[in-house]
């Protein structure tokens, strides 16, 4: 069979595994190996590339599993803190992180299934760039921890996601967690995050759209307005032209066609083999709109 042949003629080996105990060890590690070795998390990512050829099986896997504390979700006075082990699943089930980041929780129950949830971890969706979890992260104001063999330091999501497109992210950089600011403004703030793919489930997503929003029922008003889009293997962005229009603005049927044109015309993607970058663009802006539609026709 062509399959079998296609396995047999590959390179028969096993990477070597390192397992770190402390967040500087694995920058060590890396640093010394460079190309010959990558970081793993859950792997899950890293699977489809070299099943899919888009990566080579590097010499060295530095697993970070047995990084303590990376593990754990905490609530600290004003932010909910995440560290880049907790996996999907967690993500997932979280009344902490539904509560902080309830767009955050959504995204994680729209990504994979619950095999694949198990082991994909939070690191591993944000280290990739452009996981389905970042949209979320945009709107929820979060904030990414990073060591860079010296520092640990936090910076926006869009600051982090700005390095990280423009290629001056070092490749020994760990991404060691998330910090989400708690909000205690009361009222109802909207949270929201879609996928639209190419089935209904268990699929990659071609778009990926977030909404956050403070929701001021008797003014029929909007502030705080966070608004953004990813999906596919493209740039994680804010909607900053949307965002503008819909912030401290009267939401009305008639702002809806604006608002969908600022985010047709905002949103910066890419063709594929199955959906031009024009289509995408037309379902981020059909996305939001909808949402806002939906929130109109609830009162
Ligand atoms: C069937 C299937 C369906 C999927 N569907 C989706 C989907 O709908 N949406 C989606 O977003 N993803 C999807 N994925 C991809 C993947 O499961 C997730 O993105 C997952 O969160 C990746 O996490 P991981 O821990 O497995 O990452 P890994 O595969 O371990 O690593 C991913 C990348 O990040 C690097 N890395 C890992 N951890 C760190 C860290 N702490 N610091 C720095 N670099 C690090 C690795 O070197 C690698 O380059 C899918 C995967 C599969 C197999």
Not at 10 to 23: E, I, V, Y
Not at 237 to 256: F, K, N, V, Y
């Amino acid at each position: 069979m062509e399959t079998m042949g296609a396995i047999q003629d590959g390179p028969l080996f096993t990477p070597a595994l390192r397992q770190p105990r402390s967040l500087r060890e694995a920058w060590e590690l890396k640093s010394g190996l460079g190309d010959r070795a990558v970081y793993v998390s859950g792997g899950t990512l890293l699977r489809t590339q070299w099943e899919a050829g888009t990566a080579a099986v590097p010499q060295v896997l530095i697993d970070l599993r047995k990084i303590a504390g990376m593990g754990d979700m905490i609530e600290a006075e004003g932010y909910l803190t995440a560290g880049s082990l907790v996996t999907l699943a967690a993500c997932r089930s979280s009344s902490a992180l539904a509560s902080a980041g309830p767009a955050a929780a959504e995204a994680a129950r729209q990504i994979a299934a619950p095999a694949v949830r198990n082991l994909a971890t939070l690191g591993g969706n944000i280290a990739s760039g452009y996981g389905d979890m970042l949209p979320a992260l945009l709107v929820h104001d979060a904030e990414i921890a990073v060591y860079d063999g010296e520092f640990l330091s936090v910076q926006p999501v869009e600051a982090w996601l700005e390095r990280r497109w423009s290629g001056s992210v070092p490749p020994g950089e760990l991404v060691a967690g998330i910090r989400l600011p708690r909000r205690e403004t009361g009222g109802a703030r909207l949270a929201i995050c879609r996928k639209v793919g190419r089935r209904e489930a268990f699929t990659a997503s071609l778009v990926t759209a977030a909404l956050a929003a403070d929701w001021d029922a008797g003014s029929r008003t909007l502030r705080g307005v966070r608004l953004a889009a990813g999906g596919g293997s493209g740039r994680p962005q804010r909607l900053a032209a949307a965002e503008a229009l819909l912030e401290d603005a009267e939401l009305t049927h008639g702002l809806l066609g604006a608002v969908y044109e600022a985010v047709e015309s905002g949103f910066a993607s890419y063709d594929d083999p199955f959906a031009s970058e024009a289509y995408k663009q037309k379902t981020a802006g059909n996305l939001i709109a909808a949402e806002l539609w939906r929130l109109l026709e609830s009162e």
